[in-house]
């Protein structure tokens, strides 16, 4: 299904307007980016542009579209019947999915004709914000779980299906292993994984005939929800009995979920009793309103988890639920020339990048897997061996730098020229390794839970003078 | 497009074990309901039913379903032949949408065949929660909102296309007027609203010549952002030469949007000015980051604001962005007759209210327009005149009341049996107005936006001495 409705009316508005003031092939750039990633991280992981990609390129209006927008009485014929036929003519750079965003930086530029880039807006930003928003959260989890499997399990609690099935994909992009979530194991290729609910066992006289048919069904496979009634005094009791009978038979016991009470204390009694029944190869997961702070402190009281389920905090990003990824003119073009464009604001950091731009990430030289900066120049600069760069956080005081010996690697690649897409990584699972390369370049300190250092992102002086020239013209 | 794959696996898992152990036809009652409500609210105003009924109706799987279910290596040929056949046979019982809804109570109660009615569990959870939740906010701000008209703005920071579509339409559920979202304005018959972003006044050569542009393209519907470079200075200036040049031209003057900066003291500046300019007709909107407590907040403080737009605090409920309604086994058939089912928890809380049950909202007698209490029964009891009632709240001391001199009214309705749909209210705004009623219904104390007072939910006694007697049995 495609989404161009999906627009704020104001969009429609202003295209119509452009439409019968402006040359109806006048070029605009726009950049997508943020200001602010969400709770304290320092970094957004960047999400949704295999969607973004399939939306702008099918991006047209039906026949009913058109009667829809006619009857609203706010639009000339003309720019109707222009939309009629209407098709992508924008062109996308675009950082990799996962790739680690810094403040300011443009994950995304979209260049085209005006009337047509506006209209893309509130589409980009809606697949921009909401993908990367639970990347980001799914970062955080499975940076917390030091390498213990997660699995998604927010179906039921995201906020809609496309919020459950498109952040599925987020989910594992930023790390998770697996989603309970049929539908996007189906739609991405993403193993898809579960246990039971309570109502399995409630459907029987008692535990341990639930436990037993559970394993008949699924002998290789079964894993058992042990807190329907009591986990210590019948749930690990009857999983025991049901595994060593597996056992015997020449199954292999699997895994026991707990999903009720205090889980350090019942995970490392439940640990004891398997292991004193000889059966330490029983995995014990853990669920129930889990977040990336709950799963340190389990961790840091040494619970004894190989698994965890994490449904609503992952799957609505619940601590900080909103990216606000912005979508601001960056050029405009005039008798065939580019004019940078900026916006001002009273607040320095609301003030926007002018012009069409590239972000490069800087790599030591001594040590080319270690990034220790990232900076933001014009697309038609060349970066020199030592160059002069501008802090462009507003707060910092010591704000020109000189950068030498590092290697540059552009991050906005071209990915989408009208109808025709360049091909880019599909496999969710290989997003997911790229991810965690990128990841693995950064700074340690920048990637703390709780009050991480700053990454550096530098503009070039360049840009920086440019800024200044167009802030100093409008005062 | 239908859901039927959004279903967690362990649901798959469950009913192809129901099926390998079970009467295939065995009958399972299921009730929706939550235990607290988002933010500080008393009560959760209810949405989504339009769609789960869709749903739930053409409920079906594809080839490709099965195929894909077939290369898990999980389930039976028998399994995947029934799935391959099955259409819905369950029948739902619900509260309408737009109803206040009390912790406990089922909102809506599904029975049928215990395989079907386990594989619909996530995906009527997530439609449930994601639409209930919106609509709950909205109620909240709009109520703060003093009868000011709020536009829903929020499409660009929803979590995917559809949390933007179907909470808009939850949003005009719980009292907003419009919404930005031109997909949800044609796929709901909502009237679409807005302005213009600063990219229109950047595309041209300055703020006067951006509005004048405007102005003659929406003569009669021009609403101006007046916050590009400074609203006092040059927005509110601007906009008085283009509304007195409009209204000399015979047209009527909008409005103006403030989207930044101190709200309260710009509002008054501005009504300040247009009225000193003979515009008292001019209406100011206001919008950037708005939630209840701000709208309260700026109120408080005379703000003379006519219209509210409000974006991702809306959209994503972000102060409180999961509502965690579960779908909890009521009763299950054994050889033709209903056994109540009941959850034992450690939590009295969460111990669930067996068997099949109706919800009655009652009146005073002497003053039908005011609701003082709910009560759960089981489906097959009769209200008498005088009824001995348990207080539904584990924490109240003083739990057992006698009620008299009511009127009660049954809140739960079939609206659905197979493929089967009754009529149901599908008008937006008609079930904005109904929701509107209802509340109005509800004791003031109960809706303070702040430490709202509680609203009583009492059992009947033969419900309440159902659970202690099913509690009894587990002990």
Not at 388 to 402: G, L, M, P, Q, Y
Not at 425 to 450: G, H, M, N, S, W
Request: aromatic share 8%; glycine share 4%.
């Amino acid at each position: 299904m495609s989404h161009e409705m999906l627009t704020d009316l104001y969009e429609f508005s202003m295209a119509n307007g452009y439409y019968q003031t402006l040359p109806h092939d006048k070029q605009a750039s726009f950049d997508v980016f943020y200001r602010n990633a969400p709770d304290e991280d320092s970094f957004v992981l960047s999400a949704g542009l295999m969607q973004i990609i399939e939306e702008v390129k099918n991006w047209h209006f039906t026949k009913e579209d058109i009667d829809y927008l006619r009857a609203l009485n706010k639009f000339s014929d003309e720019f109707l019947t222009f939309l009629k036929d209407a098709k992508n003519k924008c062109t996308i750079n675009a950082m990799t999915e996962g790739t680690p965003l810094l403040p300011r930086e443009p994950i995304l530029t979209i260049s085209g004709p005006l009337i047509e880039v506006q209209l893309l807006e509130t589409l980009v930003l809606n697949i921009f914000n909401h993908q990367s928003l639970i990347a980001t959260k799914a970062w955080q989890i499975t940076h917390a779980a030091q390498g213990r499997a997660v699995m998604e399990f927010g179906a039921r609690r995201a906020q809609g299906p496309d919020a459950a099935t498109y952040g599925a994909r987020a989910a594992v992009i930023g790390g998770c292993t697996s989603t309970s979530n049929v539908l996007a194991g189906q739609k991405f290729n993403i193993p898809v994984a579960g246990t039971m609910a309570h109502a399995w066992i409630e459907s029987f006289p008692d535990e341990l005939t639930a436990f037993k048919a559970w394993a008949k069904i699924y002998p290789d496979t079964a894993s058992l929800l042990v807190d329907t009634y009591d986990v210590v005094k019948s749930g690990v009791p009857n999983a025991i009995k049901v595994f060593q009978e597996l056992k015997a038979q020449g199954h292999r016991p699997l895994s026991i979920r707990i999903d009720s009470g205090d889980i350090t204390r019942l995970a490392k009694k439940a640990r004891q009793m398997f292991d004193d029944a000889g059966l330490s190869e029983v995995k014990i997961t853990a669920s129930n309103a889990l977040d990336a702070h709950i799963v340190k402190s389990l961790l840091n009281e040494e619970a004894p988890i190989d698994n965890f389920g994490i449904g609503e905090r992952l799957i609505t990003s619940s601590s900080s639920p909103v990216l606000s990824g912005v979508y601001k003119m960056s050029a405009l073009e005039n008798k065939g020339q580019w004019v940078p464009k900026i916006k001002i604001s009273n607040s320095r950091e609301k003030i926007t990048l002018p012009g069409n731009k590239q972000v490069y990430r800087l790599y030591s030289r001594n040590d080319p897997k270690h990034a220790f900066a990232d900076i933001i120049a014009l697309a038609d600069e060349k970066l020199r061996d030592k160059i002069t760069a501008i802090d462009s956080d507003v707060h910092a005081t010591n704000d020109v730098v000189t950068l030498t010996d590092f290697t540059a690697r552009p991050l906005l690649h071209q990915v989408l020229a009208g109808q025709k897409a360049a091909p880019i990584e599909t496999d969710t699972f290989a997003i997911q390794k790229y991810a965690k390369e990128q990841i693995a370049e950064l700074p340690k300190e920048t990637k703390r839970l709780v009050n991480p250092d700053h990454y550096p992102v530098y503009l070039t002086k360049k840009l920086a003078d440019l800024q200044k020239k167009l802030i100093a013209e409008y005062k």
